[in-house]
């Protein structure tokens, strides 16, 4: 009877194992009609009539591999992804081989889910398939990259010590979108107040440094949601989204303000081409306040949502934007632009770039042509399965500031939808942005010692790259945020004046508080009347010293790093015609004067030489070598030798 009862075990065991699964034709007429009726529900997308009738089916026959299949489609479209999970993981378990196809929608869900390795398996499963092909498989490659991307940033994580501000700033109500001042003084964040957005600001403490008790920017806040906005390094100009106002052009605009005697000024619509009949948000304005970085979803991009960046051409009047190219936006959403103030970092966030799921932050710095290049994951855990959202980052680098709402244990879920804070956390320094300093200074004339809005324009000697070029306005002013570190031309230009030249280096950061200073001096131009020869012109004025041309040790070849500063002249004479220059070459005492007298003429004829290439006619052109007979400095310091030796011109009348 024993021997009887064990084979009864086996007979059974070996039964159910035949019998792991079933398929639709072998269940019962009425499970199959209940999962024709939920199918219906599914094609009307009323998924939770659906999942109740799966469910229903599946209590009758727990082994149904088309109730399960769709059971785990329809938990995956209502975001119930863990629950998808388990609907698949049941449906591998008793029919692993069903359908290749189910291993796609395994895999997403896996994604989705933070279970970057489950979702590895099985969408190599599927890539692997010969039976998959087309577009099916593209789409599927892609996010198998993803996964693999997403897994590995996992099994690698990065710095990541998240802390919430203080009680003044985070309440019971939402707060986010922060922004700050260039000197780290002043913070501004969105307020959910009684409903719709509001703008506020807090001031650091000097004595604590922590943040003061905010207050509404109510010169600024309307009926209307006022949302994501940017201050100017001087903090002197506001620009910041307004939405459902009905004369604005779309559902969403870009506004400025400007600080006036401590007030700020009525705001106005930045308008057209910044503002379209689409969506406009999530402004940056550079240290600079010359570009604009801004979120559109205006036809002619990428894709959803993509970043635009439009220059100031002059007061209140903005350039049409430029899309900011295919390094940042992608077929997906890119947006929240954070251009820090080195000008050389702009963080963002996209859903369109490898990465964890949904929206990542990334960082992209400018190249040696100052194109943006390949952005980079900021890395798991700052990045997670959930939204990550808007990032700015302090002054120095050192720390970020952003807005998250309390997060599960990344891995085990979605976002918990409670209360959203700021936070701000240190930089690990891979990704902070270059140290800056700032150079603040004054453009005036000589004679009158009168302001001038002349063109100032700003590039690293070595490089040549243009870090700063604008007109300054009335009161001849300038504030600009600079890579620290480097060795600057400085050129300033107005209608009447001389060309003026300067070079810098700025080793040490200097604070918003102690910038480096910068005065610039142009020499009034009294044009000849009867424009004669140059051999019978005397010289006027002062000699302009041409600090950015250089030459080789010796020699009367131009340094390469010259070039820039020649061409600047050259455009500036063809500009005004009516300017007759004398170019002189000088060196310091070492060496006999009659060598050092040819070497200074052979230095200004090269020079001479390059302007008439460059389309100067030689009738308005002369040069001479004075040797080491002119000098400016003590010849008997190395410093005062390095003055000595100089390149200059001088006008001719």
Known sequence: MRYLGLTLF?????????????????????????????????????????????????????????????????????????????????????????????????????????DYSMAVEKLTLYTTSNKIKGQPLEQASKLLENAIFARDAVQNPVSFTPTPLNSFINTDAPEYLPSFSADDKT??????????????????????????????LTQLNTPFNEGAHTLSADGSTLIFTQCENKNGLGSCDLYISYK????????????????????????????????????????????????????????????????????????GDDQAPFLHIDGQSLYFMSNGHKGMGGFDIYLSRKDSTQKWGKPIHLGYPINTIADEGALCINRTGETAYFSSSKRDT????????????????????????????FVTGKIFANDSHQPLPAQLEISVTETEAIIFKAKIDSSGKFFICLPSGQNYSLSASYPGYTLYSNHFTLLDPHSALEPYYLNILLQK?????????????????????????????????????????????????????????????????????????QLSTQRAKTVYEYLINAGIGRERLRYKGYGSSKPVADNATEKGRKENRRTEFILLK
């Not at 051409?313 to 934007?321: E, F, I, L, N, Q």
């Not at 004025?541 to 020649?566: C, M, R, Y």
Request: aromatic share 10%; glycine share 6%; charged share 20%.
């Open 10 to 114: 086996i007979f059974i065991h070996l039964h159910i194992e035949a019998q792991s699964f079933r398929t639709l034709s072998q269940t019962k007429p009425g499970i199959r009609k209940d999962y024709e009726k939920a199918k219906l529900e599914a094609q009307r997308e009323n998924t939770n009539a659906s999942i109740i009738l799966l469910l229903k089916c599946l209590e009758k026959d727990p082994i149904l591999v088309e109730a399960w299949t769709l059971l785990g489609n329809a938990y995956h479209d209502i975001g119930e992804y863990k629950k998808s999970l388990n609907a698949f993981t049941k449906l591998s378990l008793i029919h692993p081989n069903h359908d290749i196809r189910t291993n796609y929608a395994f895999g997403l869900t896996a994604y989705k889910y933070g």
């Open 525 to 597: 131009i009294n044009k000849p009347a009867n424009p004669i020869s140059t051999e019978k012109m005397v010289e006027e004025g002062d000699p302009i010293v041409l600090k950015n041309v250089f030459f080789e040790t010796g020699s009367a070849q131009l340094n390469p790093n010259s070039l820039h500063e020649l061409n600047l002249l050259s455009q500036w004479l063809a500009e005004n015609a009516a300017i007759f220059i004398q170019i002189n070459g000088h060196t310091d005492y070492i060496g006999s004067e009659e060598m050092n007298v």
């Open 187 to 216: 913070l501004l964040f969105t307020r959910v107040v009684n409903g719709q957005e509001d703008i506020f600001y807090t001031q650091r403490d000097s004595l604590s440094g922590d943040w003061g008790k905010p207050i509404a």
């Open 260 to 331: 006036k005697e401590e007030r700020w000024t009525a705001p106005k619509n930045i308008g057209a081409p910044v503002n379209t009949m689409y969506w406009e948000s999530m402004p940056s304005l550079s240290a600079s306040g010359d570009k604009l970085f801004f979120s559109s979803k205006r036809p002619g991009g990428f894709g959803g949502t993509d970043i635009w960046i439009s220059r100031l051409v002059s007061a209140d009047k903005w350039s049409v934007p430029e899309n900011a190219g295919p390094n940042i936006n992608t077929p």
């Open 410 to 437: 990344p891995g085990k879920g979605m976002t918990s939808k409670t209360n959203i804070d700021i936070f701000s956390f240190p930089l690990y320094p891979d990704i902070r942005p270059i140290p800056v300093t």
